[in-house]
């Protein structure tokens, strides 16, 4: 098997270098590497996410885009409060981004709006809307997380729809790209 596979390779070789003699070669080699590189790096590093509702508000706004990183999930568990992108639970094709705000074994709970989790109310600067909903008390299941818009009245999120399974994170939203006036980190 050895054999065959050097064999296969000084094959390739060879008839690279009968290729390299064509002007059209090395332009051809370049976008094909180019090609390769941007699709690894959109498969397993980084995308951009569009904002499709005002449900993230003023965090993030409608029609902004956003830069996601896929590597800090593969090494580490996501942290309450971090914004993430993930694949709807109900429709894998669509991809929304909210706030998380329960990992897997906390207990949730919404009391006329204040978020607690197990029992302690969390600071939530980042929420101007604020609804005056209730919600559980429920616990987390063991491989999801829970997560809210931070515009909550206009939010469709955890509430509403249930938890977030692992499987469906597509990252963390880092940088805030568009519009140029809002360039930034996302906070």
């Keep these: 098997m050895k054999d065959k596979l050097l064999e296969f390779w000084n094959l390739i070789l060879s008839k690279r270098q009968e290729l390299k003699k064509h002007e059209w070669y090395d332009l051809l ?23 499709p ?19 800090p999930y593969y ?4 942290r309450r409060g971090e914004v993430i992108v993930f694949k709807y639970p109900q429709d894998p094709t669509k991809e ?22 197990n ?20 616990q987390v299941p063991k491989e999801s997380y829970f997560v809210l818009g931070d515009n909550r009245p ?11 399974p692992k499987k469906n994170l597509v990252g963390k939203a880092v940088l805030l790209l568009w519009p140029p006036q809002r360039i930034g980190l996302v906070k």
Aim: proline fraction near 5%; charged fraction near 20%.
């Design 154 to 164: 206009v939010s469709v999120d955890s509430r509403y729809w249930g938890f977030v």
């Design 75 to 78: 090494f580490r568990e996501p």
């Design 53 to 71: 509702t005002g449900s993230m508000i003023p965090t993030l706004n409608e029609k902004e885009a956003v830069l996601v990183i896929r590597i």
């Design 119 to 138: 029992g302690r109310a969390l600071d939530e600067p980042y929420v101007k809307n604020k609804s005056s909903d209730n919600y559980g008390p429920i």
């Design 96 to 117: 929304y981004v909210k706030r998380l705000i329960a990992l897997p074994g906390d207990t949730i709970e919404i009391k006329n709006g204040i978020v607690y989790v």
């Design 29 to 51: 080699e370049t976008i094909i590497f180019a090609f390769i590189l941007a699709f690894l790096i959109k498969t397993f590093i980084l995308q951009i996410s569009y904002i």
